[in-house]
T-cell receptor, first 115, second 113 residues
Framework: SAVISQKPSRDICQRGTSLTIQCQVD?????MFWYRQQPGQSLTLIAT?????????ESGFVIDKFPISRPNLTFSTLTVSNMSPEDSSIYLC????????????FGQGTRLTVV | GEDVEQSLFLSVREGDSSVINCTYT??????LYWYKQEPGAGLQLLTY?????DMKQDQRLTVLLNKKDKHLSLRIADTQTGDSAIYFC?????????????FGSGTRLSIRP
């Protein structure tokens, strides 16, 4: 299994500001995914982070609001831009496992509160 | 369309078995997963089953898959207080590492003495 580290683990931010969340994996992985979990809800995929190309966004999520970087096979960042209280959520990074291809492991998440 | 459904709550007595059920709509599922989320924590992959299997056992956990009815269940034997958590059923469509995971709403398991 892959070991995934996310930073920060939690943050409280002022509305209108931006926060960049980092996801570091201990091994090279093909695909990295960013999810949002709103309070009391299930997980919703934001985008798939591709190394060397632009991220692929799901319906309802746009690059201007959630820019993503994937500079190499072990690292990705998600930025939550121009935050509002509705962005208060847990943001989780996940990776696929190279041996299983579709098995997915998750980081501990970043708990974001926007005030 | 892609849809995964679970009941929201389950309460069991300590020492009894817990059975958490899940239904899905897409017959092209390849892997089906069970994740555990404890309060304030991320998601822990508990177990998974490949779509051509009908049962998988791992210590106290038994996963049953009825592909005809598109029904997945997770049985936890001898349920303990440490099993209190939200359990998410999820599926992957396709075989590539780019395949995304579709999550159910989660079942909150509570243990009573």
């Amino acid at each position: 299994s892959a070991v995934i580290s996310q930073k920060p683990s939690r943050d409280i931010c002022q509305r209108g500001t931006s926060l960049t969340i980092q996801c570091q994996v201990d091994s090279q992985v093909t695909m990295m995914f960013w999810y949002r979990q709103q309070p009391g809800q299930s997980l919703t995929l934001i985008a798939t982070a591709n190394q060397g190309s632009e991220a692929t966004y799901e319906s309802g999520f746009v690059i201007d609001k959630f820019p993503i970087s994937r500079p190499n096979l072990t690292f990705s960042t998600l930025t939550v831009s121009n935050m509002s209280p509705e962005d208060s959520s847990i943001y989780l990074c996940s990776v696929s496992d190279r041996t299983m291809n579709t098995e997915a492991f998750f980081g501990q998440g970043t708990r974001l509160t926007v005030v | 369309g892609e849809d995964v459904e679970q009941s929201l709550f389950l309460s069991v007595r300590e020492g009894d078995s817990s059975v958490i059920n899940c239904t899905y709509t897409d017959s092209s599922s390849t892997y089906l997963y069970w994740y555990k989320q404890e309060p304030g924590a991320g998601l822990q992959l508990l177990t998974y089953i490949f779509s051509n299997m009908d049962m998988k056992q791992d210590q106290r956990l038994t996963v049953l898959l009825n592909k005809k009815d598109k029904h997945l269940s997770l049985r936890i034997a001898d349920t303990q207080t440490g099993d209190s958590a939200i359990y998410f059923c999820a599926e992957t469509l396709g075989y590539s590492s780019a395949s995304k995971i579709i999550f159910g709403s989660g079942t909150r398991l509570s243990i009573r003495p």
